[in-house]
């Protein structure tokens, strides 16, 4: 039982080029979250899914687009990358609203150059 | 709107004393709260939660939680502080019948031998 699965694990991309962060959970959960994770600001949430099939933008959207491929994967895509995009990406899943706790991957680190 | 406070960036505090990290939150309705952990390189890690009920609410490692609806808090808390709990620390909440999970900036514990 892996839990929450993020690839890649570490990233070094160049301003402008692209690229797309997987996330997989294999504990059945209807809900998926991607946030970022920056030194003094905590966690911000860009995107999530409540359940197969619906997306919604986040605080921080902008720049990131996401795609729920099925119920356990859920992936994040930065178009052309930023500087301003350098940081912790996590990938998290719950079984849906109210008091079920999230359940995080081990992050993606980026670094955009 | 949700949001979450954590007024200390650190908290030390010497091996054997109690501790406590503290947050504060604000959201319409009944609250569901959460405190995660983080440890270096890693992804967080659920530690206990407050759905209702009783309001101590006792979580993995010996830590435990206070809500206080009054003065819209849920500390953190263990009696006797190890090394090893050095950690950065996360509040976080989540509004009724919402799928969003607002944290805190997060609280850096360091437990001194």
């Known amino acids: 039982n892996a839990g929450v699965t993020q690839t890649p694990k570490f990233q070094v991309l160049k301003t402008g080029q692209s690229m797309t962060l997987q996330c997989a959970q294999d504990?059945?959960?209807?809900?998926m979250y991607w946030y970022r994770q920056d030194p003094g600001m905590g966690l911000r949430l860009i995107y999530y899914?409540?359940?197969?099939?619906?997306?919604d933008k986040g605080e921080v959207p902008n720049g990131y687009n996401v795609s729920r491929l099925n119920k356990r994967e859920f992936s994040l895509r930065l178009e052309s990358a930023a500087p301003s995009q350098t940081s912790v990406y996590f990938c998290?899943?719950?079984?849906?609203?109210?008091?079920?706790?999230?359940?995080f991957g081990q992050g993606t680190r980026l670094t955009v150059v | 709107a949700q949001s979450v406070a954590q007024p200390e960036d650190q908290v030390n505090v010497a091996e054997g004393n109690p501790l406590t990290v503290k947050c504060t939150y604000s959201v319409s309705g009944n609250p569901y709260l959460f405190w995660y952990v983080q440890y270096p390189n890693r992804g967080l890690q659920f530690l206990l939660k407050?759905?209702?009920?009783?309001?101590l609410v006792k979580g993995s490692y010996g830590f435990e939680a206070e809500f206080n609806k009054s003065q819209t808090s849920f500390h953190l808390k263990k009696p006797s502080a190890l090394v090893s709990d050095s950690a950065l620390y996360f509040c976080a909440v989540r509004a009724p019948g919402t799928y969003k999970y607002i944290f805190g900036t997060g609280t850096r514990l360091k437990v001194l031998a």
């Open positions: 998290a899943s719950s079984e849906g609203a109210g008091g079920s706790e999230a359940f």
């Open positions: 407050y759905i209702t009920g009783d309001n």
């Open positions: 504990m059945n959960h209807n809900s």
């Open positions: 899914s409540a359940s197969e099939g619906t997306t």
